[in-house]
């Protein structure tokens, strides 16, 4: 199985800030990778689709980068609506797999 | 305008069995693969099965090969997981999801709300 190692687990910021979260694949998975943003009680919402592609209705603040192993997640300005958990997943191949979540804070 | 909605779930006993489903409508549910992600209480997000869109292709995680079954009606537009030999580990909210109808698609793209198994005695 490949496994994604998202860091920070967790992250304090303030509205306003730029943030980046980070996944390490365990292979290469080219660009089979999305971002999803969760609140609680809610199910998970995509964000980012094909490591880089912003999903339709997701606000520009958002974006994501990278290729083959490693990949980013980047907030430019945190809104208050933006504090949430964050994860990756991979599908390149079976079993699709996520990374560990951030949870992203208010300061 | 997608929507998956998730059902069946509830309260059971260890060693017990439950079903799930999931009523999908806005798209040709035929054409695309569905999945189940499971999330446990205060943790990450696990994904359980896959159905190809035509049900010849099943894949399973590890820790439900044996337990659960997947399947779908594409008549009725509708995907089920039956769980049996259900283990405390097993209390999550369920999820489906749409997977691709193509292989350059992207899958994971719209989720259901989720509903709750506990698994308790």
């Known amino acids: 199985d490949i496994q994604m190692t998202q860091s920070p687990s967790s992250l304090s910021a303030s509205v306003g800030d730029r943030v980046t979260i980070t996944c390490r694949a365990s292979?290469?998975?080219?660009?089979?990778l999305g971002w999803y943003q969760q609140k609680p009680g809610k199910a998970p919402k995509r964000l980012i689709y094909?490591?880089?592609s912003l999903e339709s209705g997701v606000p520009s603040r958002f974006s994501g980068s990278g290729s083959g192993t490693e990949f980013t997640l980047t907030i430019s300005s945190l809104q208050p609506e933006d504090f949430a958990t964050y994860y990756c997943?991979?599908?390149?191949?079976?079993?699709?797999?996520f990374g560990q979540g951030t949870r992203l804070e208010i300061k | 305008e997608v929507q998956l909605v998730e059902s069946g779930g509830g309260l059971v006993q260890p060693g017990g069995s439950l079903r799930l489903s999931c009523a999908a409508s806005?798209?040709?549910?035929?054409?695309?693969?569905m999945n189940w992600v499971r999330q446990a209480p205060g943790k990450g997000l696990e994904w359980v099965s896959y159905?190809?869109?035509?049900?010849?292709?099943?894949y399973y995680a590890d820790s439900v090969k044996g337990r659960f079954t997947i399947s779908r009606d594409n008549a009725k537009n509708s995907l089920n997981l039956q769980m049996n030999s259900l283990r405390d580990e097993d209390t999550a909210v369920y999820y489906c999801?749409?997977?691709?109808?193509?292989?350059?698609?992207?899958?994971?793209?719209?989720w259901g709300q989720g509903t709750l198994v506990t698994v308790s005695s």
């Open positions: 806005g798209f040709i549910f035929s054409t695309f693969g």
């Open positions: 292979q290469d998975i080219r660009d089979d």
């Open positions: 997943l991979q599908h390149n191949s079976f079993p699709p797999t």
């Open positions: 999801a749409r997977d691709r109808v193509v292989v350059t698609a992207t899958p994971f793209d719209y």
């Open positions: 094909a490591a880089s």
């Open positions: 159905i190809s869109s035509g049900s010849s292709t099943i």
